[in-house]
């Protein structure tokens, strides 16, 4: 068995604990709900993480595997991606964070009725069915009461982390208790029965999207602005605008005169996507990248979070703070 498979997950799990008491500090400092909801999903990367380490020095067992895969798959990136809806709750992210709500039900609907994931369709429709009126009801929200749209999908994620928590706990798995990859030893999701695979879509996809986009959206507020499409194109014209302004902002960073969230957020993006790729490829048997992947990934958006004034300013020692004058919350609205 590879040192790797051991190092990297712990050095994952050490720093996502770190982490989570940074900003469960900023929030004990100034209770912020996206602070508060971001902690639990950096716990749970720690503790996801930890399984990790933990099997790989000592084995695995049908418990650390339930445990791993509940955590990881269901739990993470949902959290997460919570936590940014509920930081750009003044806006009109919740758009966006219900669409992907909504795409990530579509995905599960459609792999529960292929061939690869037998017996699923009926965990994959009523997947479907919660994930449209989560999704729906999070979009009408966004257009009534913005402030509501966070609860909303909070809500949502919270009822289903507990069902998804049964389903996980109860479900048959083939001895010994767990799956492998033969080559690489990294744990993959195969032992778990079809209708438990196909619920991760609205968790995951919505979760990760969540992440990454609302971290552009964070760097393109900040950020020197072209405009090559109006405003009202909403997702597309943010996508588009970003692109367009990159080389305004890189001239800007070269001067000096950058707002430090930028490089932060940009950062952070990059840092949610990649784990969220080799999560992907994880599903689809290409291994030897998940831990890499992880620990890559949560060092980047540590790095971000590090750089960005907004956190760094606020992070206390002893009795020492700094607060910024602004927060990204505020100046989003």
């Keep these: 068995m590879s040192v790797l498979n051991v190092v990297l997950p712990l050095g994952s799990s050490v720093l996502s604990f770190v982490f989570a008491a940074l900003v469960f500090d900023q929030w004990w400092q100034r209770r912020h709900s996206f602070q508060l909801v971001w ?11 930890g399984t990790e380490f933990w ?21 993470v990136a949902a959290y997460l991606g919570a936590g940014t809806i509920y930081l750009l709750a003044k806006t009109r992210f919740g758009y966006f964070a219900g669409a992907t709500v909504l795409i990530g ?3 599960s609907l459609l ?10 369709a009926t965990a994959g429709n009523v997947t479907f069915a919660i994930a449209l009126a989560g999704g729906i009801a999070i979009i009408a929200a966004t257009a009534t009461r913005r402030q509501l749209a966070a609860h909303i999908a909070m809500g949502v994620l919270v009822v289903g982390s507990l069902g998804v928590a049964y389903l996980v706990l109860t479900a048959h798995l083939p001895a010994p208790g767990y799956a492998l990859d033969p080559n ?6 195969s032992a778990f029965p079809g209708y438990v695979r196909v619920l991760t879509g609205p968790f995951n996809i919505a979760g990760a999207l969540s992440l990454i986009f609302g971290a552009i959206y964070s760097a393109y507020i900040y950020m020197p602005k072209k405009r090559v499409l109006p405003a009202r194109l909403s997702v597309l014209a943010i996508v588009v605008n970003f692109f367009a302004s990159m080389p305004g902002a890189f001239t800007t960073f070269r001067q000096g005169k950058l707002n430090s969230r930028v490089p932060a957020t940009i950062a952070i993006a990059l840092g949610a996507f990649i784990p969220g ?6 599903r689809f048997g290409v291994t030897w990248s998940f831990f890499l992947g992880e620990f890559l990934g949560l060092l980047l958006i540590f790095v971000g979070f590090l750089i960005s004034e907004d956190m760094f300013r606020s992070v206390r020692i002893g009795s020492w703070s700094r607060r910024p004058s602004a927060s990204l919350e505020s100046e989003a609205g």
Excluded: D, K, Q
């Design 39 to 49: 902690g639990i999903g950096l716990l749970w990367y720690g503790i996801s993480a």
């Design 184 to 189: 690489t030893h990294v744990p993959v999701g």
């Design 105 to 107: 039900g579509l995905l």
């Design 111 to 120: 792999f529960s009725h292929s061939a690869r994931y037998p017996g699923a």
């Design 277 to 282: 790729l080799t999560s992907g490829l994880n």
């Design 55 to 75: 099997a790989g020095a000592l084995g695995w067992s049908e418990p650390l595997y339930r445990t791993w895969y509940l955590i990881g798959a269901f739990f």
